[in-house]
């Protein structure tokens, strides 16, 4: 109620201003700070070290997570598995974090599962009979699932930032990521059936409800043909294409400080759908008030959340 308030005084006091005219929001185009905090030199992220992810910092209230295994074309082993868990838990309970760019070292995003560094876990699993092998790789297959949705739960916005192959695995990485961009050297291959396996460690669960088109899903899961950069911008997987791996990084940071430099609780609130008690902040009344007197909303300095 006191937000409420003063924003209602607020709106009153520039209403009933004489020499003023009415205002009005206007979109304005991704920002020039945004874009020189989005060059800052990157530097290692306190508390994050990993042996198959990088994270740096990338300005302000942004993290660099990189699949790092270029020499393996970043497959998936079973470190990844384990860390991609342990890091987005820490990134979801850092208050100074407020969006997140997940990208890939070397010359792909990632060629998907490490077949021979999981085989031991995938062809021999534990289990003295088919019963006890099949509770076993139910666990498996909900653990690695966890390793996705925690990207998906993660408060924070993350945008996906994909050039070269994106392949198994990769999929269903980018599809629990809220923003996806790609370079145009990008194709998307849901591989799993060469393998004789299903994708069901999230694309399959999240391919349908990104592109809204469950007859391309299963085109895509049965037959693995690859998805080029153009198909994918045209059927909503990625929403936007770039010339090459620097201009979409570019790109990605710039959005990931436009996104930064606003309210976290709005922010975060819009990706959690909650629009109930955040409606108590200050941030409300700070926004309107910049927004009334004409001032770049990145002149106003949010709490943390």
């Not at 009344?285 to 009334?292: C, E, F, G, I, L």
């Amino acid at each position: 109620m006191a937000v409420s308030r003063a924003v209602r005084d607020l709106w009153l006091r520039r209403l009933a201003a004489p020499t003023q005219r009415g205002f009005h929001l206007s979109p304005r185009p991704l920002s020039s700070s945004a874009h020189q905090a989005s060059k800052a030199a990157p530097s290692e992220a306190s508390d994050h070290s990993y042996e198959s992810l990088q994270v740096t910092s990338a300005g302000t209230h942004v993290l660099h997570v990189q699949l790092n295994r270029p020499d393996k074309r970043n497959a998936m082993n079973k470190a990844f598995w384990r860390e991609m868990v342990e890091c987005f838990n820490k990134i979801a309970r850092d208050s100074n974090c407020r969006a997140v760019v997940v990208s890939g070292a070397g010359k792909m995003f990632t060629s998907g599962i490490d077949l021979m560094d999981m085989a031991s876990e995938l062809l021999q699993p534990e289990g003295d009979d088919v019963a006890r092998i099949s509770w076993y790789l139910r666990d498996l297959i909900t653990q690695y699932q966890k390793t996705f949705t925690v990207i998906e739960k993660c408060p924070k916005p993350v945008i996906a930032a994909i050039h070269g192959g994106c392949i198994g695995g990769g999929v269903d990485l980018i599809t629990a990521c809220d923003i996806r961009y790609c370079a145009q050297d990008a194709f998307f291959q849901v591989k799993e059936v060469d393998i004789g396996l299903a994708a069901d460690v999230g694309t399959l669960q999240r391919l349908p409800k990104v592109i809204g088109n469950q007859s391309l899903v299963n085109e895509l899961a049965f037959t693995a043909r690859k998805m080029m950069a153009d198909e994918a911008l045209s059927s909503g997987l990625v929403s936007r294409v770039f010339s090459d791996k620097e201009a979409m990084l570019d790109a990605a940071f710039t959005l990931a400080a436009e996104v930064s430099s606003k309210s976290p609780v709005a922010v975060q609130s819009t990706k959690a759908s909650w629009n109930m008690s955040m409606l108590q902040t200050q941030d409300i009344v700070k926004s309107v008030q910049a927004a009334m007197e004409k001032k770049d909303l990145k002149s106003i300095t949010f709490s943390k959340l």
